[in-house]
């Protein structure tokens, strides 16, 4: 829903966690723009956005501050629906990067093999089929965060999924394809069988690893920073219960808000970390403030 760039927040690009009323079209938001396709078919639900491989709405998003060069780095959340029917063999790239106004995409992203009871991810520097295949195969409706990079200089794309640092397994195309920068991400949707659908939410774009793996808001990024080492996981939260965390035992206060800026949780505890208890709050998106020691933190939670 907003968007910082390199001078204002580091190295991050983009942050967006798609907090937009249910029904949305994206192309319709400030930042992204219809690429190609079919207009207003991406749409919002429930904080996240659905691409269907039966669409045809390709959606960019052209980096505020200019096109950059090097390594470029994108991730997000990303849950693939089990499709009614499990077959077919036309594998289409759903995510990517491009210069501004070149079709020299690169880093292309895509569901590249699939079972009855799961998929493997496949990523391409390149080509517009998977070069190379994760190794592990991910479970149907499971929520996976994924991170691509891409390198301008050298050629090659890189995959992580679910990595806790850069020194993560991963997979890196050997097929180099340089290009003189990078301005934009793209959400691609194509004609494909099966039909995937994928559900994704809390994207970053950054210069570094650690830009991108962790999730955070652009409004409440500088604020976020303040706590060393805040932490929330997991999210979306799925059982109820969720945990805050930070690299001090100071006490700190937390509060909860709906996306109508009313409190429906609030509390307190000493020490690195808690499990907080959201049973009683109602499913949907939520905003969590912590405070600690003077500073401020603040996130977008999930909740079903």
Known sequence: MTLITAVSFGQVLISEDFTYAD????????NWSQFSGTADQVLVNSG???????????????????????????????TVTKPAVVTGTDFE??????????????????????????????????????????????????????????STTVGDAELWVDATDESSTSITTTTLSTVDDIGAFVFRQSSATPDFLHTIDNLMIGKTFNDVLVFE???????NNAIEGFATYPNPITNNTFTITSNSSSKKEFAIFNVLGKQVLSSSFSGVKSNIDVSTISTGIYILKVTEAGKTATKKLVIR
């Open 93 to 150: 790239y759903f995510a990517h990067l491009r210069p501004v106004g070149s079709f020299s995409f690169k880093a292309r992203l895509d569901v590249a093999e699939f079972t009855e009871t799961g998929f493997k991810l496949g990523i391409s520097s390149g080509t517009s089929t998977a070069e190379l295949l994760l190794g592990t195969e991910l479970g149907y409706s499971g929520t996976y965060r994924v991170v691509v990079r891409y």
């Open 217 to 223: 808001a652009a409004t409440a990024s500088l604020k």
């Open 48 to 78: 996240a956005i659905q691409l269907m491989d039966s669409n045809s709405e390709d959606l960019e998003y052209v980096f505020p501050g200019g096109p950059v060069t090097g390594d470029v780095y994108f991730s997000f959340d990303i």
């Open 23 to 30: 029904g949305t079209a994206l192309n319709s938001t400030d």
